[in-house]
């Protein structure tokens, strides 16, 4: 079927037949030994790798990589291009942003086959804006909000608010994400 | 078609039916009811949903996603991997760098589903340097310039050239781009 | 065959007929003109386009783009999601980490057709971090760290560890990435 005479047969979203309850993009790859709960949409060109688990109803967004063994809870939205590696635990009701890049090891050699993962969490109902980039071996606090476009290098403390590069606390916010103190007004 | 005896068929630029006088890759997903002008080329993997308008002789690249109802001028670039979300309106001749991330909603969460967008306008001519993340409700203004890497958290008056994380008014720069102030000259 | 009834015919790993010891995912698009040293695997929906030059052993992840003329030395890794842009020459055993983004043109513009490429070099050994970003015209050394979400915008000297928006100095670090000094304990 041509391509330019209306969406082709190959660009559909669809029933998956080998994960009950679950829609797949058809340029979608996702290894027959990973888990995933009903209700998770998985859109185009996505990669979920053997042994993942994602949980139920998550959005898998164009173009998200999801490495082997990585977990990711329910109810979670993982945007455009969005990189999770191996060592990344991800909890339920997160929200992880477009061009996200997680990291797993903390001194990358490319001729080094001998670098172990350093694990990365992120908890419960955490959201990571656009762009955000996390160094490996830390923890995201629940409900913590990291700014777009920040670089995570250390633990985020729950319901912390962080932004910059390295990203710091400017303030906390509450569950719905919004600021619970006048002094986040002054930050930008 | 054996992929590796040469190009596949499957891999091609080619005239589209569905909207004259533009070139789509076969892998470009487009939507039908997209409006897209004449001379514009859309690349391998790119993403054009319902509704966006997109004007003539534009190039999106590779892997660019184009978001409902988006609205981007005439002989824009749109560099790999950018992602264009909703309410984001870009005028004529804007360069967006790749891996440029826009966002739209100034508090995700991943549970929330009562959101609303923060619109964002990129004015005439500006210019959007790689992996530039813009948060939402701003407007850059026309000629523009914001560096590469940048994390842009508020209004860019017309002809500034901004700069870091977040970024800052460091000069003016003319049409062509080239900086009109000898204090240009310390930064990077 | 259908997608959903296991990983389909298109979606496979295999060896390339046109570069002899190299192995290309059904979904890559390497140009025929392109070099490819035996031992590479280029993954999902990346590009290789036309004159590019890749040595042997290398990874080409998943979404990568390498652009014309662009040179790769033996055993690199580029990992997902990065663009390496005409201009760009990367040596041996380099570490390219997820996202990162080249640049070519200093001051861009969409309007621009006579703009020229400034040449960016990665020496042997070094490793740019998840989501770096790399301003054209610099040299970064051998061996040199440049830690994730770092933007790179003048040259980084050999084994030198830099970081931040704009990348700096702040340590040097051995073949291996170890820090070689104790003042690198307090940055993060």
């Not at 967004?61 to 993982?78: E, L, N, S, T």
């Not at 942003?97 to 086959?113: C, S």
Request: contains cysteine; proline residues 5%; negative net charge.
């Amino acid at each position: 079927m041509n391509q330019n005479s209306g969406p082709p047969a190959a660009f559909v979203m669809q029933q998956s037949e080998r994960f009950p309850g679950v829609v797949v993009h058809s340029t979608a790859w996702v290894d027959n030994r990973a888990s995933i709960g009903p209700g998770t949409h998985i859109w185009m060109n996505a990669q979920v790798r053997e042994y993942a688990t994602i949980g139920a109803e998550c959005v898998i967004a164009k173009d998200v990589y999801i490495d082997q063994h990585v977990r990711i809870g329910d109810r979670c939205k993982i945007q455009n291009s969005s990189s999770i590696y191996f060592g990344v635990t991800i909890k339920d009701e997160v929200f992880i942003g477009p061009h996200v890049a997680f990291t797993n090891d903390r001194i990358p050699r490319a001729f080094n086959d001998a670098w172990e993962a350093s694990p990365t969490v992120v908890e419960h109902g955490a959201s990571l804006g656009a762009n955000v980039t996390v160094r490996c071996g830390v923890t995201i606090g629940e409900y913590a909000m990291v700014a777009a476009g920040s670089v995570v290098t250390r633990d985020v403390a729950p319901y912390s608010m962080v932004i910059g590069n390295p990203a710091r606390h400017v303030c906390f916010v509450d569950r719905d994400g919004n600021r619970a103190e006048e002094a986040c007004d002054v930050i930008e």
